[in-house]
């Protein structure tokens, strides 16, 4: 059974910052991509950044140059550093997976439970 646990999320005021952190465990052969998604009340879901087995990013053009998104491959975990946080940040972040479990039969996508991020103004 595979298992992604975020933490991190919190209250912080506007211009803070946050660290958000992902581990994932179980019977993990390898994964792949990895990302954040944020899904605000009454909006969709929607990217924030993820990043490949290999290092690379891509970002949501509305946190590019204040969010970096990193990553342990050797931990199985994602890190999430968000800086110049703003209110329209306040969102459930949830950790993704693009992963392949020992015995299993194809890459699947696996999420966290999600954290709760507020930016107080």
């Known amino acids: 059974q595979v298992q992604l646990v975020e933490s991190g999320g919190g209250l912080v005021q506007a211009g803070g910052s946050l660290r958000l952190s992902c581990a994932a465990s179980?019977?993990?052969?390898?994964?792949?991509?990895m990302g954040w998604y944020r899904q605000a009340p009454g909006k969709q879901r929607e990217l924030v950044a993820r990043?490949?087995?290999?290092?690379?990013?891509n970002y949501a053009d509305s946190v590019k140059g204040r969010f970096t998104i990193s990553r342990d491959n050797a931990k199985n975990t994602v890190y999430l550093q968000m800086n110049s946080l703003k209110p329209e940040d306040t969102a459930v972040y949830y950790c993704?997976?693009?992963?392949?479990?020992?015995?299993?039969?194809?890459?699947?996508?696996?999420w966290g439970q999600g954290t709760q991020v507020t930016v107080s103004s």
């Open positions: 993704n997976a693009d992963l392949i479990q020992y015995g299993g039969s194809g890459w699947f996508d696996y």
């Open positions: 179980g019977s993990i052969l390898g994964i792949n991509t």
């Open positions: 990043i490949t087995s290999g290092g690379r990013t």
